[in-house]
């Protein structure tokens, strides 16, 4: 069973060529203006944020683009807004709510399967690599949990920014969670969110074998293979992009075939007494064709070029569009054994292919625009399936996150 995931936050920045920076200055202030000292002003995805003043006052210095501000104090709702910087600077207002649940004591309905659904929750969303082993979610009680059962979906937000100490990369994220949700059936998992990277304190030593899994987790990553591909890099930064071209299943027969023949076996089998699939050779057969893909996707060896799948929008935008799925091999790195182990993750490949990190892009909005950072604009613009998909928020770092040590990767 293959696992999907839409894996992409909301934050949108775009860059330009100048390195000019400009003054995003404001106010931090209650609904009856009263300036409010100490909020904390974060720039979505980045590991950028100050502090307001005794006035209530900020000042940031940042690049030109469009940038995701997010504003917390106690004692009031966090408060997101988007703010673009062009050619000049710019001030603005917050004007923050009182949050009753943070003033009042916070009551927690009884759910005697919130544990449940709790972890399935840390599992595709914080994940089940060796880094997610070592994430711990600090505030779960501001997770609102609900389970449709009609839909067989699973719905989790918060109004409140959760944070998840991550000790295997050395960040604390604060992730301001809009929406996730995991459906049963399709088994496509999707989040988006605003979350902002802060560094764990730690001996030199963490910080450099922090450092060290911090690049493991970039390289080969989404972020790191749409900012290589806006720069026309990705062939040399170790990406190699082939098609697969999904065709009909010839081995399937068509659905109402499958449907009739399992009704007309079974109710011959119950006439005549119990089923026994294991006996009864004829249903079982059809049972798996019913079991079978609809489609199989056939490895077209031939390289995907850049320049024919990278199209400039502007001057900060870049758009890809294709048809059938993308199938995306990083050579630099082998897959992690813990990967490999997972029943339905791995993608099926050729065996001089075997170790590589193999992932798959589906299109589900065309074209799907991104940025030079390795942003995306739309978060529902795509599915995940293989190494992609089982790498989440624990192998995740901040957009504007440049590797060290002398390593020159999308620089």
Not at 325 to 352: C, H, V, W
Request: aromatic share 12%; net charge positive.
């Amino acid at each position: 069973m293959k696992w999907f995931c839409v894996f992409f936050f909301l934050h949108i920045f775009i860059f330009t060529c100048t390195a000019q920076q400009f003054n995003l200055t404001g106010m931090v202030k209650d609904r009856h203006s009263e300036a409010l000292p100490g909020a904390g002003i974060y720039v979505s995805g980045y590991k950028m944020a100050t502090v307001s003043n005794p006035e209530g006052k900020f000042t940031m210095r940042l690049n030109p683009g469009n940038y995701d501000i997010l504003v917390q104090l106690i004692g009031y709702k966090p408060l997101r807004k988007n703010v673009i910087i062009a050619d000049q600077s710019i001030n603005t207002t917050f004007t923050l709510e009182e949050s009753v649940t943070q003033l009042a004591e916070v009551t927690i309905k009884p759910d005697p399967n919130r544990e449940h659904y709790l972890n399935i929750f840390k599992d595709f969303f914080i994940g089940t690599t060796p880094n997610a082993k070592k994430c711990r979610l600090i505030n779960p009680n501001v997770l609102i949990i609900d389970y449709e059962k009609e839909h067989s979906r699973l719905t989790v937000k918060t109004n409140q920014f959760l944070i998840i100490e991550n000790k295997a990369l050395g960040y604390q994220i604060k992730y301001l969670l809009n929406l996730f949700q995991f459906d049963y059936k399709s088994n496509i998992i999707y989040y988006e969110g605003f979350p902002y990277y802060d560094d764990l304190k730690g001996s030199s030593r963490q910080k450099r074998n922090w450092e060290k899994k911090r690049l493991i987790a970039y390289r080969g990553s989404p972020q790191h293979f749409f900012k290589s591909l806006y720069q026309k890099k990705a062939a040399t930064e170790g990406f190699m992009i082939n098609k697969l071209i999904l065709r009909s299943n010839p081995e399937k027969p068509s659905d109402s075939m499958i449907q009739a023949n399992i009704r007309r076996l079974s109710k011959k089998s119950i006439h005549s007494g119990t089923i026994d699939l294991n006996k009864d050779d004829s249903l079982n057969y059809w049972i798996r064709k019913k079991n079978l893909p609809a489609e199989i996707a056939i490895l077209n060896r031939a390289a995907v070029v850049e320049d024919t799948l990278v199209r400039k929008v502007n001057a900060n935008i870049r758009k890809i569009n294709f048809t059938d799925k993308l199938f995306i091999s990083y050579t630099k790195e082998k897959e992690d054994l813990s990967f490999s182990n997972a029943i339905g993750m791995s993608l099926s490949r050729p065996p001089d292919m075997k170790n590589h990190q193999a992932s798959s892009i589906t299109l589900q909005v065309s074209p799907l625009y991104f940025y030079e950072n390795g942003g995306i604009y739309n978060p529902r613009s795509m599915l995940f399936s293989g190494y992609w998909a089982w790498e989440k928020i624990a192998d995740s770092v901040p957009m504007d996150y440049m590797p060290l040590n002398g390593d020159n990767s999308t620089r």
